[in-house]
Nanobody
Framework: QVHLVESGGGLVQPGGSLRLSCAASGSILAVYDMGWYRQTPGNQRELVATMPSGSSTMYADSVKGRFTVSGDNHKNMVYLQMNSLKPEDTALYYC??????????????WGQGTQVTVSS
């Protein structure tokens, strides 16, 4: 069994910062792509930032220059540093990891989500 748990969300004022963390645990042989998505009521989940295995990080245009994704595949951890937060960043943030579990195959796993609210 594999579980992803996010933490670090909360209420922050515009212009403030938050650091989200995501840790995966369970029967994991390898972690490949890692990333963050967010979703607001009535909308589809959208990409925020990705950290592809063996490639460059990528960001949504709306967060580029403000957010930074980092992590360690071998420690099953991914982070999202969010600076200069805006009210439009308010959303439920999910981490995602592409995980190989040997004979169980490889697929994407999602965390339960952590709420980020940017408001004065």
């Amino acid at each position: 069994q594999v579980h992803l748990v996010e933490s670090g969300g909360g209420l922050v004022q515009p212009g403030g910062s938050l650091r989200l963390s995501c840790a995966a645990s369970g029967s994991i042989l390898a972690v490949y792509d890692m990333g963050w998505y967010r979703q607001t009521p009535g909308n589809q989940r959208e990409l925020v930032a990705t950290m592809p295995s063996g490639s460059s990080t990528m960001y949504a245009d709306s967060v580029k220059g403000r957010f930074t994704v980092s992590g360690d595949n071998h420690k099953n951890m991914v982070y999202l540093q969010m600076n200069s937060l805006k009210p439009e960043d308010t959303a439920l943030y999910y981490c995602k990891m592409n995980i190989w579990r040997g004979s169980w195959g490889t697929r994407d796993y999602w965390g339960q989500g952590t709420q980020v609210t940017v408001s004065s």
